[in-house]
Nanobody, 119 residues
Framework: QVQLVESGGGSVQAGGSLRLSCAAS????????MGWYRQAPGKQRELVAT???????DYADSVKGRFTISRDNDKNTVRLQMNTLKPEDTGVYYC?????????????WGQGTQVTVSA
């Protein structure tokens, strides 16, 4: 069971920046991929960015060029640097870890952190 704790959310004005952190309870070398997802009120949870154990990243089109996902293996932490924030980036941001054991994927979620961007 991987436990994830997010931090770094808050309220900013449009154009501002925030950095989210996700601390894992064990070494992230044992985790195949980690990612950030967000959920706006009344909407489904959507992928924001992912990073694999090998460092391969992927982003939603809406955040490309503005957000950067990175991992700090020494601190078992994944971060999301969010720049040039827009009101539509508002939502609860969740950290997710994926672990494959054989052909079975196990997903672990953090509790979420609120990001609010005002116009």
């Amino acid at each position: 069971q991987v436990q994830l704790v997010e931090s770094g959310g808050g309220s900013v004005q449009a154009g501002g920046s925030l950095r989210l952190s996700c601390a894992a309870s064990e070494t992230i070398f044992s985790i195949n991929a980690m990612g950030w997802y967000r959920q706006a009120p009344g909407k489904q949870r959507e992928l924001v960015a992912t990073i694999t154990k090998g460092g391969i990243t992927d982003y939603a089109d809406s955040v490309k060029g503005r957000f950067t996902i990175s991992r700090d293996n020494d601190k078992n932490t994944v971060r999301l640097q969010m720049n040039t924030l827009k009101p539509e980036d508002t939502g609860v941001y969740y950290c997710k870890a994926e672990r494959w054991i054989g052909s079975t994927r196990y997903d672990y979620w953090g509790q979420g952190t609120q990001v609010t961007v005002s116009a």
